[in-house]
């Protein structure tokens, strides 16, 4: 699901993906929340966008139903409902392409039910959107994977990871994934006054689970963090400045012919979104 900064007539906000795209780089942060410069679809993109939806659909059945011969018939649904939804991923791939990319989906799939079983409980929600508002005026939004919440009161938030992060990179990748975790702590903590008992990635590629639980003062302090990161990149907006911060990352952006650092030229600068206001 989506979790873009701000659509054309909504309040610019500060969301997981574009947070962890400004500490990456500011630059980048621009030309993908600000000039929406358009990216190729990757296949893992696509195949982690079809498993969530296939996941999403999975826990709408009654739990005796959520078997894994169940699941596998949800990825064509899914991806019916992915190309209507996200048509440049239907453009991106050929017939003759998604016959792998079925394949490899409905393992995944397969490979979830060695993490857990969907029959023995049943989600608070699934892509469950959060919006909330910080004292500062930072706007934090998101989609959440999942909520579970115990009878008992706790709360767990659960994110799928679909894609395999070689071992060299694992340690960044669980850090920038633990990034999400917390941002989404921090909005549900606000947004319904619950700390969240347990933090849960669940890796279906690696077949791996990485629990975490979140202290209180820990979040607090992260919370004072995404408030300096949405202040400067408010400051950026001002004046444009975005500027490039060179990584090993650079090898997988698609902005290279717009990149300083590459010889290119950003575009003219758009200025600051602004959001549109309803008709009276």
Not at 128 to 153: C, K, N, Y
Not at 239 to 260: I, L, N, Q, V, Y
Request: charged residues 25%.
């Amino acid at each position: 699901m989506s979790d873009e900064v701000a659509a054309p007539s909504r309040r610019p906000a500060l969301s997981p993906s574009r947070a962890s795209d400004f500490k990456q780089c500011p630059l980048l942060y621009r030309f993908r929340a600000i000039d929406r410069l358009p990216e190729p679809s990757s296949t893992a993109q696509v195949r982690g966008t079809l498993v969530h939806a296939a996941l999403e659909q999975l826990y709408t059945l009654p739990a005796a139903d959520r078997g894994p011969e169940t699941a596998v018939t949800l990825v064509e649904p899914a991806w019916e409902r992915v190309a209507i939804e996200r048509p440049e991923f239907a453009a991106d791939f050929a017939l003759e392409l998604r016959a792998e990319l079925f394949d490899d989906a409905r393992k995944l799939l397969t490979g979830y039910y060695r993490l857990e079983d969907p029959r023995r409980f049943d989600p608070q929600s699934c892509e469950q959107r959060v919006e909330v508002e910080l004292s500062d005026g930072t706007l934090l939004r998101g989609f959440v994977d999942r909520i579970d919440v115990a009878p008992t009161g706790e709360m767990r938030v659960v994110d799928y990871k679909t894609g395999r992060a070689p071992s060299a990179a694992r340690e960044l990748a669980e850090a920038k994934a633990m990034f999400q975790m917390k941002f989404y702590a921090v909005a549900l903590l606000r947004s319904r006054e619950v700390l969240p008992a347990r933090l849960r990635l669940l890796y279906l590629a690696d077949g791996q689970v990485l629990d975490y639980t979140p202290d209180l003062d820990e979040l607090l302090r992260f919370e004072k963090t995404l408030m300096a990161m949405w202040q400067a990149i408010q400051a950026a907006g001002v004046t444009g400045d975005f500027r490039p911060k060179p990584s090993r990352s650079c090898d997988w952006c698609a902005h290279h012919e717009h990149c300083p650092v590459f010889g290119g030229t950003p575009p003219p600068y758009p200025g600051w979104p602004q959001p549109v206001e309803p008709a009276a």
